[in-house]
T-cell receptor, first 111, second 113 residues
Framework: KNEVEQSPQNLTAQEGEFITINCSYSVGISALHWLQQHPGGGIVSLFMLSSGKKKHGRLIATINIQEKHSSLHITASHPRDSAVYICAVGAGGTSYGKLTFGQGTILTVHP | SAVISQKPSRDICQRGTSLTIQCQVDSQVTMMFWYRQQPGQSLTLIATANQGSEATYESGFVIDKFPISRPNLTFSTLTVSNMSPEDSSIYLC??????????FGQGTRLTVV
């Protein structure tokens, strides 16, 4: 079993739909990262969070430390949101900075 | 924040040869991380590069195969040695300056023929 599991692996939506991507992890973490990679592009950080909820524009990320679960929500989705979304967990202590990645969620938003 | 320049962006190499990948960061960072993404797989940590000390390798990765240099706080190289087709992957460097979000190089897409 992978230490970081994302679901779904593939997601297709119509423009305007509300989207949720889930991430579960099985190890202790210092922080959880949500990353985005557009086709042909580099990996960009969307959020880093260790508790609660963060919001940036139409994107919302939540984390439940007790349940070892995080969600990324996209409101009013748009075709430009089409990308791979990756959840990664950061280790703590002497392993601080090391990231363990989920397999990614491929999101396609149709106009 | 940090901006990372990674070179080369892609290369096609003959088996048995070596390729050195460079990452230049626009600010000083203590640790740099090298990752590999094999086709259809998630990113996996190869090693952590610290300035002034030997790199720390993860299980399954060895220095002879992936030697790393870290001559200063803004630069690191990863060499993929004695390449085989199984080394065909995307290689990425990453930093986390302070207690902040992660920043990544653009990646090096390596094909070994």
């Amino acid at each position: 079993k992978n230490e970081v599991e994302q679901s779904p692996q593939n997601l297709t939506a119509q423009e305007g739909e509300f989207i949720t991507i889930n991430c579960s992890y099985s190890v202790g973490i210092s922080a959880l990262h949500w990353l985005q990679q557009h086709p042909g592009g580099g990996i960009v950080s969307l959020f880093m969070l260790s508790s609660g909820k963060k919001k940036h524009g139409r994107l919302i990320a939540t984390i439940n430390i007790q349940e070892k679960h995080s969600s990324l929500h996209i409101t009013a989705s748009h075709p430009r949101d089409s990308a791979v979304y990756i959840c990664a967990v950061g280790a703590g202590g002497t392993s601080y900075g090391k990231l363990t990645f989920g397999q990614g969620t491929i999101l396609t938003v149709h106009p | 924040s940090a901006v990372i320049s990674q070179k080369p962006s892609r290369d096609i190499c003959q088996r048995g040869t070596s390729l050195t990948i460079q990452c230049q960061v626009d600010s000083q960072v203590t640790m740099m991380f090298w990752y590999r993404q094999q086709p259809g797989q998630s990113l996996t940590l190869i090693a952590t590069a610290n300035q002034g000390s030997e790199a720390t390798y993860e299980s399954g990765f060895v220095i002879d195969k992936f030697p790393i240099s870290r001559p200063n706080l803004t630069f690191s190289t990863l060499t993929v040695s004695n390449m085989s087709p199984e080394d065909s992957s995307i290689y990425l460097c990453s930093v986390l300056p302070g207690n902040t979000e992660a920043f990544f190089g653009q990646g090096t897409r390596l094909t070994v023929v």
